[in-house]
């Protein structure tokens, strides 16, 4: 078993639209499609809604990680089935798929192409204190390495036998013990270890900083910006206006 | 020990990591049955790609690999790991349980064994490797050197026929380096295949009969270790430098001692130096 899917969060360099468009517009855009995620449960709007997010995706050429980061999935989508179908319906389990994987993915493209270093600078300019936008997006540049590090757990413990699928829900969750364990303590020790680095570099010691670039807020930016806002005005008119909008919105699987 | 039958074979190995990275390029190697071999080289010349070939945790791109004249390509990790053991760098990477006789036992629990057999190979490798002390104590409360101890105790313990260490002296004090020397003395007696991926060259100049040499994914040079480390080219293209008595060597020979001799081991150099101090102190 790899734990590749995880590197479907890890920043890559490329030139396109996407990479290109500021950190605060991807940013809106992961909270916009999330909150579009968030206002059905109805099967062929969340459709429609993750449909539109393919595109971004083929434009920002992030196809091969954006496959990885929903093939990921694939264990709790199975849990999601099982549940929803066994307490509600095979239809709400569906629904619920597509909210999952519209909202993963619009944080995996987020993710993908956001640079860590401008991700600080976007929450300073949005007045966050600079320790909480500097934790931030330390955070996001640790998801590869964390992502590295359960890799290496995972290899470690094979090489002793460890076998991650075992029959059985019990021995399921039992089993991810040897490799949650070990990766909280690192993790840990690396947050330690980081806030000590941090100190003898005297972090924190005055409350204002300049940088060494900054970022601005581009035409192509505003433009993406007034597309997101139309996308959630739509969206929410569709919401409030479902019952006189066409029979096939409301589709479900018979029952 | 050695005996002549290759325990490993490899043959045309390629692996590409799924990022485009070719760790590994036309890899082609036989390892004998109770042989002691150091694999050293720069980072990301394709040691530890090599060594997790071997029990399955990457499978190449192309090529076979052969262990005890079967080919590996079908088989699970679960499977492998019962006979080649690979001991990672960082031991806190597999320690998890609530004691240090625990973290044994866990590793045991995947081989065929009853409970009172476990009890038994238990308290054989707690006292075999000192840890009999700490059985009760939580492996994340031991220091890097015990807990090195622990993660080679827990691989140790299920005996594999080949036994892989990753950067076994890394962080270690002398008297943990003496502790390992000793236990590969003594695993070597029970005839086990050691393979050891290190950068101390001082450590594989003593003690390495044999050194593979990488670079770029690629085997560059292979065969006495004495033969590879005095190589100045090989070492300068490899990140390396040269064992401190063949610098010795060089600076003596600086100096005008035209007597010595190349590729000396420790004990020759003494020799050698408690000669020339004789003749001197002889003259006065």
């Known amino acids: 078993m790899s734990l590749e899917f995880l590197n479907a969060f890890k920043f890559m360099k490329k030139k396109t639209f996407v990479h290109n468009l500021d950190p605060r517009v991807k940013l809106l855009f992961s909270i916009i499609y999330t909150i579009s995620a968030m206002l059905f449960v109805e099967i062929i709007p969340l459709l429609l809604i993750f449909l539109s997010l393919i595109p971004i995706v083929l434009y920002g050429k992030l196809f091969k990680q954006w496959i990885k980061s929903v093939r990921g999935l694939s264990i709790l ?12 319906s095979l239809s709400f389990a569906i629904a619920m798929i597509l909210r999952i994987y519209i909202m993963v993915s619009a944080f995996s493209i987020f993710f993908l192409t956001v640079d860590p270093n401008d991700l600080a600078l976007s929450l300073i300019s949005m007045k966050l204190p ?19 590090e359960a890799q290496n757990i995972l290899d470690a413990q094979q090489s002793r036998g460890y076998e991650l699928q075992k029959k059985g829900l019990i021995n399921q969750i039992k089993n991810l013990f040897p ?74 699987l018979p029952v | 020990m050695t005996s002549e039958i290759p325990i490993i074979m490899m043959r045309d190995i390629d ?21 002691l071999v150091g694999i050293m080289g720069k980072n990301g010349a394709g040691k530890t790609s090599l060594i997790r070939t071997l029990n399955g945790l990457i499978k190449p791109t192309q090529g076979n690999i052969y262990i005890e004249n079967e080919n590996i390509s079908s088989k699970s990790i679960a499977n492998l790991s019962e006979k080649v053991g690979i001991i990672f760098q960082n031991p806190f990477h597999q320690l998890f ?18 409970k009172e057999k476990i009890q038994i190979r238990t308290d054989h490798i ?24 622990l993660a080679i105790a827990s691989i140790i313990c299920r005996d594999p026929d080949i036994i892989v260490f990753d950067e076994p002296t890394l962080g270690q004090d002398a008297k943990e380096i003496e502790f390992f020397i000793n236990l590969i003395k003594n695993e070597r007696k029970r005839s086990k295949t050691i393979i050891i991926i290190t950068h101390n060259i001082e450590f594989a100049y003593e003690y390495l009969p044999r050194t593979i040499l990488m670079a770029d994914g690629q085997i560059i040079a292979d065969g006495p270790t004495k033969e590879v480390l005095n190589n100045e080219f090989l070492i300068s293209n490899t990140s390396l430098v040269l064992p401190q008595i063949q610098q010795f060597y060089f600076a003596l020979l600086e100096q005008g001692f035209q007597e010595v001799v190349d590729k000396m081991s420790k004990t020759e150099m003494i020799n050698y130096l408690r000669n020339i101090l004789k003749k001197r102190y002889s003259k006065i």
């Open chain 1, 77 to 88: 989508i199975l849990f999601i089935i099982l549940l929803n179908t066994l307490f509600i």
């Open chain 1, 130 to 148: 600079y320790e909480f936008a500097f934790s931030f997006s330390l955070a996001f540049r640790f998801v590869p390495t964390i992502a590295n």
């Open chain 1, 179 to 252: 490799l949650l364990i070990p990766l909280i303590i690192c993790s840990i020790k690396r947050a330690f270890n980081v806030a000590e680095a941090l100190e003898s570099r005297a972090f924190g010691c005055r409350k204002t900083r300049t940088f060494y670039y900054n970022i601005r807020y581009s035409i192509k930016d505003w433009i993406f910006t007034l597309y997101l806002f139309l996308f959630l005005a739509f969206i929410i008119f569709i919401r409030i206006q479902f019952n006189i909008l066409p029979n096939f919105l409301m589709w479900s």
């Open chain 2, 15 to 35: 692996y590409i990591y799924p990022n485009g990275t070719e760790a590994l390029k036309k890899i082609n190697l036989n390892i004998s049955k109770g042989e």
């Open chain 2, 97 to 114: 349980a609530n004691s240090v006789e625990d973290e044994i036992k866990f590793s045991l629990k995947s081989i065929s064994l009853d």
């Open chain 2, 126 to 149: 707690l006292n075999q490797f000192d840890l009999e002390k700490y059985r009760t104590r939580s492996p994340l409360n031991l220091s890097g050197g015990e807990s090195k101890k």
